[in-house]
């Protein structure tokens, strides 16, 4: 289990001069559509955690919808965000394959961020991020979420900022990464507040 003091930290994602998260040809397209929220989100989830328990059984340490898409009445991108834990994130072979048949694809690979890797599915869209049991990034998504559901003025905050970093994101011919540094400023101050709150700062 990750300690507060790596919960409560906002850890760069920024790779190393000369690398990518991204595997090749396999990098982000321009373009980021913010909708309303659709009831149907939640069904969509728990047929993407069936798919992952059935390829993965007993490997799945814990999974969790996280994300816009998990917080009823806010806008988001129309894509399920899943977290995954495993016993070791950074062993692909023990788990990779199994969810590729399962109609995952690897996209995203991170070893110097808590061994991140994200895979991506189609129908349902989804991105599935994949972490060690020592990660914090599993713990705070779900402060968030959970931060947002009982907090509606910040849930309204956190709207209004990803409507407008999803337009000017659009107006410049961005990317999803870009438009996720244009909204984290206040996902920052929104963490932070839930981190008092739980007596984490």
Request: net charge negative; charged share 30%; with cysteine.
């Amino acid at each position: 289990m990750p300690t507060a003091r790596e919960i409560v930290e906002h850890k760069p994602t920024d790779p190393p001069p000369g690398e990518s998260p991204f595997l090749p040809g396999k990098e982000p397209q321009p373009g980021v559509e913010v909708v309303p929220y659709d009831p149907r989100w939640p069904e969509a989830y728990r047929l993407l955690e069936g798919c992952v328990r059935v390829a993965l059984g007993d490997r799945v340490l814990a999974i969790d919808h996280v994300g816009s898409t998990a917080v009823p009445g806010l806008a988001a991108k129309p894509v399920i965000d899943l977290t995954l834990v495993v016993a070791d994130s950074a062993d692909e072979n023990a788990w990779a394959s199994d969810l590729e048949a399962a109609g995952f694809d690897l996209v995203i690979r991170e070893p110097w961020w808590y061994e991140h890797r994200a895979l991506v599915h189609r129908d349902p869209r989804a991105n599935l991020h994949v972490y060690g049991p020592e990660a914090a990034e599993p713990v705070r998504h779900r402060m968030f979420r959970d931060w947002l559901i009982a907090h509606p003025e910040d849930l309204a905050q956190y709207q209004k900022a990803k409507l407008a970093a999803a337009e000017a994101a659009r107006a410049e011919d961005e990317h999803v990464m870009q438009y996720n540094a244009r909204k984290e400023q206040v996902i920052r101050q929104i963490y932070d507040r839930a981190f008092r709150d739980a007596g984490l700062l």
